[in-house]
């Protein structure tokens, strides 16, 4: 694993390389967000749009960013103001995303925290009341920061211990765990009644359901899940050997969010059609509060197991969430650290304040401030927050990497990086890729949302 202290980090091999970028990867998006637009958007159809994607256009930047990083040995910004200093804004604005990423991530790690701790001391009955349980919660003026701080603190307790000693040692436990749980989880909803058929619906690709909404939406979710249009690949990237091959790990990297994506889908999508009782109701209540309303209910009628199987459920979610808020807290660290040039320990003192006081406000959108609606009725800051990272900037970041590799230093220069280790006989289908296939999809993707956004159509 790396180790940002003294001389430039690198791996230790190939897959804790691997292992680090799959922990940056998988993460709410897979769990939270992935299953209800799977839900959303017929299923079948949905997962075999997310699996070309991730294989073609996914894989491809993942390749351009690790190996930019891996070329230039420097994260976001020197990377890109390696070529010139003219192109040091690219850098900026990828280090921007997970700025604003964090804070509210923390947010959301703080409601799985108390939802994880909750099956524990209240019971599933008391998580399962159809909304009401959620609303007070995200609403109260002292519990909901309390939680968000307790998942900070777990957060920079281990950022804190070091690459090796917290972060490295933290994903190899994590990880693994959390994988068995979701089997477990998975196999056990599919017992209950109802449940295979919700899984069918899952499974069963319906071509009626394919529309231009559900690529957009898809190819969104791939950028956030695969961690891209954010320098943190870049900076992945510039920790790796020159001889461990690029083209395998970005397979690999993409396999395994794939994987963790659809084992989420499998064990939420059957248990909200139990719930809700056909695929159409699946469909139309498809949201974020699948996870923190509907599930809690379908919980609660495993009878004797309704709360081991809450607690192990948001548990495995807890870990997802914490293995990408590490991470996101690691890239701050270290943007904060060669930016300011300080040491370590004052590069996470800044952080702290920051990720705490944005947190903070963000959260007050839901309590205090909640009369603050930025992007119309019912929205809140961290709504807007999502919006602004997600769906403006990394669209942007995306667009100006590719046609920066494309079109100024052109993709010999990344393609000669991957041939150091490995043989890139796509590299021909790759340059297309990169060149004319990735700008007019991320363009897309920008516009669509922005226009969605703005009430142009609904997605
Ligand atoms: N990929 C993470 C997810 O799907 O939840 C989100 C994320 C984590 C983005 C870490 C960026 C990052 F650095």
């Known amino acids: 694993m790396a180790s940002t202290e003294g001389a430039r980090a690198s791996w230790s091999g190939k897959w804790a390389f691997i292992l680090a970028a799959a922990a940056s ?16 958007y017929g299923g079948g159809t949905f997962l075999l749009t997310y699996l070309v994607l991730v294989f073609t256009f996914g894989v491809s930047l993942l390749l351009l960013e690790t190996a930019l990083g891996r070329k230039t040995g420097q994260s976001a910004i020197g990377a890109f103001s390696s070529f010139g200093k003219k192109y040091t804004f690219i850098g900026v604005l990828a280090s921007a ?5 964090t804070p509210y991530y923390c947010i959301i790690g703080g409601w799985v925290t108390k939802y994880t701790a909750s099956y524990v001391a209240a019971g599933a009955d008391a998580l399962a009341d159809g909304g009401g349980f959620f609303t007070n919660f995200i609403t109260s003026n002292v519990e909901s920061y309390v939680w968000m701080l307790i998942f900070m603190v777990l957060v920079f307790v281990i950022v804190g211990l070091g690459v090796k000693g917290g972060i490295e040692k933290a994903n190899l436990f994590m990880m693994p765990a959390l994988i068995v749980m979701a089997i477990f989880i998975a196999l056990y909803t599919l017992t209950m009644p109802g449940a295979v058929e919700g899984a069918l619906y899952y499974l069963t690709p319906d071509f009626s359901k394919f529309s231009p909404e559900l690529v957009i939406s898809a190819l969104g979710q791939m950028f956030y899940s695969l961690s891209l249009a954010m320098g943190i690949m870049i900076t992945y990237g510039s920790y790796m050997r020159k001889q461990d091959s690029l083209t395998s790990s970005v397979v690999r990297i993409g396999c395994f969010d794939l994987g963790v994506s659809f084992l989420a889908g499998l064990m939420i999508v059957p248990a909200a059609f139990v719930a809700m009782g056909s695929g159409e109701a699946v469909a139309s209540n498809a949201g974020p509060s699948l996870m923190f309303i509907t599930l809690p209910s379908v919980f609660v009628d495993m009878q004797g197991m309704a709360a081991v199987i809450g607690f192990v459920f948001f548990l495995l979610v807890l870990f997802a969430a914490l293995t990408s808020a590490i991470s996101l807290t690691e890239t701050l660290v270290s943007i904060v650290q060669d930016g300011v040039k300080c040491s370590r320990k004052k590069a996470l003192g800044i952080v702290v304040a920051f990720v705490v006081i944005a947190g903070a406000v963000i959260n007050a959108g839901y309590n205090v401030a909640s009369f603050i609606e930025p992007l119309g009725a019912g929205t809140s800051l961290l709504d807007l927050a999502d919006f602004f990272s997600n769906s403006v900037l990394m669209p942007i970041v995306a667009l100006l ?20 280790s490995s043989k890139f006989s796509a590299a021909g289908a790759w340059t297309v890729m990169i060149k004319y296939i990735a700008p007019v999809l991320v363009i897309v993707i920008l516009v669509a949302y922005v226009a969605a956004q703005f009430g142009f159509f609904s997605m």
């Open 97 to 101: 995303v997970p700025f604003i990423i």
């Open 401 to 420: 990497t590719c046609i920066f590799v494309g079109w100024i230093i052109k993709p010999k220069a990344i393609i000669d990086e991957v041939r150091v």
């Open 25 to 40: 990867a998988v993460g709410l998006g897979n769990m939270w967000r992935f299953p209800y637009l799977a839900a959303k």
